[in-house]
Every structure is written in structure tokens, then in C-alpha cells.
């Protein structure tokens, strides 16, 4: 079995290739990544040398570095981590998120019509459903939630799943796709709120803070995340959605908090700034489908993993 992995040399990316080339022995895995500001290969070193791991610089867009793989490697499926994933980068200049999240999406997908594959899987996200109201905390988004994303990001993200069940209908490519709420876990680039609350905190610079803070997010340790995704590939049926989620719903400003707890750092560094336009309130998860019919459930305690994660940090930051 090969597996195409593209954007792997990212945060999720590279988590899942590690976790894979760890739990199946047999599996032979192929990288394809642009190495954007994003990228970090090195957190590939521990499988870089291993025969069955190849790694190749390149851009989902180029239809001719992915026809070329496909040739060579002929895999058997492909997993699509590839994408521009800042929210915030995406209000400053939305057309790259259009190309890479979803045109890109689409060459894959041709090469997956034109090569044949057992299975295409588009890594999706909680943010194409919307948002929740604080004020309601038993609303959960379901598979059948109604996609209404409001930044340039999540409409590309639902934009690149609506193609993908509409490449499944059109030209009967096996396809599924998963939407998990906000990861954590070593690797991530300082951009994303937890890394960047830990940097900061460690040099004792201002935290910002979106608006009032309340904003939830429900997080989901990185691993937690490859663990339902490897599951999806192995028992997940053709042509079905997956939400995966941490039922951990935490506002932004208790998490910045518990962070500077954890480091023993004021909460005088917090910084109130101007809010993001379009700042979605609220996400929540419904997971009953990957529980009951894939039997997946999470395994690190919030507590546990963002400890684990601070630690992972204040190691890599260390000297700054
Ligand atoms: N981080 C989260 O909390 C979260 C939650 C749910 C879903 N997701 C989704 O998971 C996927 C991975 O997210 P992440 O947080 O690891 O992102 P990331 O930004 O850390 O990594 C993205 C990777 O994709 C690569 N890449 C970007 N454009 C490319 C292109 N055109 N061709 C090839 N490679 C390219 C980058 O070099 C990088 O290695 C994304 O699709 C994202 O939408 C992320």
C-alpha cells in the first residue's frame, strides 16, 4: 500500500506520516509538499531515510509534478493536508487560498480520475459549518450542519469538499472526508494561537487577544486527529463525512490563561486588540458518527496535552 501525503511536512501533515510509518509497517508513504513558510521538514527526519518514505518538493497546483508521481508511484490513495491554513492570512490575500485549497484540490482529483486510486481523502475543517451562538452550548454541528463559512479559508476548505463529493458523483472516484475542529500539538507554526501564546510568554511580550476573548474553539491533540483519519482510510465507506472533535471547548482567553499558568507567567501579558473581521464565536462538534460507526474516540486529556505541548515548545524556544 502507498499512500500519496500531500502538505506532510506541515503540522498535521507530518503528525500523520510519523503516526502512519509508526503503526503500519508495510506502508510505503510519498510526501508531496511546497514547503511554505509552514513547513518544517525537519520534523520528517526520523522517517526521511527510511525506504519506505519518499519525499518530494512540490506543488499540488502543478499538474505536472502530480501527474508524475502518480506515474511513478501509482498510489493507492491519497490524503490531501495541502493548504493555506491562516484565517487570518486569508482576510489579508484570499487568492492564494483559492489555488492552493481548492484548485489544487481539483489536480488532485484529476490525477486521482486519470490514474485510478482506492481512495481519495480531503483533510477538511469545523469552520466550513459557521459558527455557533456562545449563548446555546447544547448546539453542536453535525455532518448534516449546513455548510456556511465566513472567511476566505473556510470557503475554500468547503469549496475544495464540495468538489470532492462532486468528482465521487461525477467520475465514481472513492472519496471521504473529515472535518475536525482546532488541533494541538508540537510542530505548529508560530502563527496559531497556542505557539504563539507560548513565544511570546517565554520572552514576556504582549499576548494578543482577539475582541472581548470569549471566542470557543474546541481542540483536539494533533495525534488524536491522525488516529481517526487512519481509522476513516482503513473502515470509512465511500462517499461519507466524518466530524472529529475534542468535546473541549475552551474560550480563547482561559486558554491563553491556563498557558501562562503552566509557565508561570502573569496574565498582565494578555493584550486586548481589535477584533477579526468576521471572528467566528463559537465551534462545537458532534461526533456520535466516527464513535458509534468507526469506533474512534479521543485519548489525550486536554490537561495532559497541552502540558506535553508546552513542554515540546519551551524546549524548541529555548535561547530565544
Ligand atoms: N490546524 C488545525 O487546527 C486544523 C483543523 C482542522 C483541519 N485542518 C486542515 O488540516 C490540513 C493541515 O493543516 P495544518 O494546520 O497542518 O496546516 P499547516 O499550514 O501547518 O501546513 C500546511 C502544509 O501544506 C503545505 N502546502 C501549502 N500549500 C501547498 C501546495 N500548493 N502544494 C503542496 N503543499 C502545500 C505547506 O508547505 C505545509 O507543509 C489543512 O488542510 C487544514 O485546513 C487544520
New binding site residues.
Partial sequence: MTILV?????????HFILYMMKVHKDLRILC????????DLSYLAPVMDSPRFRFVK????DRETVYRLFEEEHPDMVV???????VDRSIEDPALFL???IL?TGVLLDGCRTYGIQRFHQ?????VYGDLPLDRPDLLFTEESPLDPHSP?SSS?ASADLLTLACRRTYGIPVTIS??????GP???PE?LIPLTIQRALTDQPIPLYGDGKNVRDWLYVED?CRAIDLILQKGKDGEIYNIGGHCEISNRDLIRRILHILSKPDTLITQVKDRPGHDRRYGMDTKKIRSQLGWQGETEFEEGLERTVVWYVDKYKGL
Avoid: M, P
Fill in positions: 500531500t502538505g506532510g511536512a506541515g503540522f498535521i501533515g507530518a508531496l509538499d511546497k514547503l511554505t513558510y509552514a513547513a512540490g506543488d499540488i497546483c490531501n493536508f495541502a493548504a493555506e491554513s491562516h489555488e492552493t485549497n489544487g483533510v477538511s475543517t469545523d469552520e479559508y476548505k472535518r475536525c475542529s482546532n488541533n494541538y510542530f505548529q507554526y496559531k486527529h
